[in-house]
């Protein structure tokens, strides 16, 4: 079709032509996948020619003057002659590089540079996604210091409930946040190389190339290992690294998902009370059809794509249910698809909820009024406590109470009145004794416990601390696209 460009001809995943960072699409990229196997096989050639084998400096060098200028239209034609995607890059490399073309993927099976590139990657995507986990982390931080001692109505069964602050509730969230920190620091740092193993992971290869020495074969392993910037790798494989380790990668991401979802779907029950909303732009639109509307839309995508990420921990454990022995392909389809997405996914929602911490309004004075609302019955223990101490009786107290609870209740509920129970309990004479302390009684500081210092030592203890490895990544922000 002239004039239209043949992106828009097919179908492109919104994760990436809408949402997701440079960094991370780049990180799942064809070509940092096929320049990371070029350096894979770098490696190789540079750690067997260490260990003895006719491997000369100018196919090393040949190899490395190369390994950037990757022929994609070569490939995949030489993908369709041959149905093998790691053969065909072996070719193309090898058309570019004739003189290292008899050494290159030497001894190799094609999870050498399949499964260590994956790694790699997942390595590399849990480094980008920690910093931003970082600063959603000091946002919300700094949020709850602002509105550590702001009372505001708690809610159980989204009923109102016993008073917290606006800063403790947003430590509920900040509590779930630190845990996902401390899963994705442990995921990533339990990741392993998978090495140099060959086709069944029993190294024959290289056992053979190296005439039977077994350190030459261990320490190419270690020497591989090192050089992608790995401290280990996996002792024993299939043919393939364990999908168990895909498993782990992703639940910690499925996790996340679970939190970030936890904390929007608050922001945006908070949105619809008019006490907390999230940024909204001088002329963003609501709604095509009510022009007054201010949508709590970026929350609601991160709940959207957060349930996405949370769905994707089912397909690597049912691929790592499902492989066979040694190894069988029905995995290769679907990772190419979960791995990917993960990330991606997880990139986004944490840029969003970046976004949307940074940008939090909160509106005391609606809080004030819904806890103007609530309070007089919430008082109702505090006044029967006053009247106690001031000579009455606790049961006779405990009854007039109730009775003008109820009628201030029927007010509310059935007339569509606001809470007239203060008012009852100045107009009845059986209260005078404490009338002068009721200003006193329903100050909504006095139902707040010990939410204010109970922040103060979160931050201090459990939330400042694990943010030091990222400050100085921690004045990015983030301006949305879309």
Not at 18 to 27: I, T, V
Request: aromatic share 8%.
């Amino acid at each position: 079709m002239e004039g239209s460009g043949d992106e828009f001809m097919k179908y492109r995943s919104p994760l990436v032509s809408r949402y997701a960072s440079k960094e991370m699409a780049y990180n799942f990229s064809d070509r940092k996948k096929f320049t990371t196997w070029r350096k894979l096989w770098i490696y190789l050639a540079k750690a067997e020619k260490a260990l003895g084998l006719p491997i000369t400096d100018a196919q090393v060098s040949e190899m490395e003057s190369h390994a950037e200028d990757i022929d994609f239209v070569m490939a995949a034609e030489e993908e369709r002659k041959l149905r093998h995607d790691v053969m065909a890059h072996v070719h193309t490399f090898a058309h570019c590089c004739p003189t290292a073309a008899p050494i290159i993927h030497l001894g190799a099976t094609s999870c050498y540079v399949g499964d260590n590139t994956d790694l790699i990657m997942l390595r590399d995507g849990f480094d980008i996604l920690l910093p931003k986990l970082a600063r959603v982390i000091d946002r919300l931080a700094n949020f709850a210091e602002n509105y550590a001692d702001q009372p505001t109505l708690g809610f159980t069964h989204y009923q109102p409930a016993q008073l917290t602050t606006v800063g403790k509730r947003a430590c509920l969230w900040l509590q779930d946040l630190v845990m996902d920190m401390r899963n994705l620091q442990r995921a990533r740092e339990d990741l392993r190389f998978r090495g140099v193993k060959g086709t069944t992971g029993t190294q024959a290869s290289f056992l053979q190339l190296f005439q039977g020495d077994h350190e030459k074969v261990e320490e190419l392993d270690k020497m591989v290992t090192e050089m992608a910037g790995f401290k280990k790798s996996y002792l024993v494989t299939g043919q393939t690294y364990s999908r168990k380790v895909d498993v782990d990668s992703l639940c910690v991401l499925a996790s996340l998902g679970a939190t970030v979802h936890k904390i929007c779907t608050d922001i945006r029950l908070l949105a619809n009370l008019k006490e907390i909303e999230e940024p909204f732009e001088k002329e963003q639109i609501g709604s095509s059809a009510m022009p007054y509307k201010r949508n709590p839309m970026r929350a609601e995508r991160c709940c959207s794509l957060a349930r996405h990420l949370m769905a994707l921990v089912s397909d690597p454990l049912q691929t790592a249910s499902v492989q066979w022995l040694e190894r069988t392909l029905d995995d290769s389809a679907n990772r190419r698809i979960s791995l990917p997405e993960s990330f991606l996914t997880a990139d986004i929602i944490l840029s969003t909820l970046q976004n949307i911490t940074e940008g939090l309004v909160v509106y005391p004075k609606v809080i004030e009024r819904h806890i103007r609302h609530e309070l007089p019955f919430m008082a109702t223990e505090n006044i029967i406590m006053a009247m106690v101490k001031a000579g009455g009786n606790r049961q006779d107290c405990h009854e007039k109470i109730r009775v003008l609870s109820q009628q201030a209740a029927a007010v509310v509920k059935q007339e569509g009145g606001d809470n007239d129970l203060l008012a009852r309990v100045q107009a009845d004479p059986y209260f005078t004794p404490i009338l002068g302390q009721l200003d006193t009684l329903l100050d909504p500081k006095t139902f707040i416990g010990r939410a204010p210092q109970q922040v103060t030592r979160f931050l201090s203890e459990e939330v400042r601390p694990v943010l030091e490895p990222y400050k100085s990544k921690m004045d990015v922000k983030i301006e949305l696209e879309l």
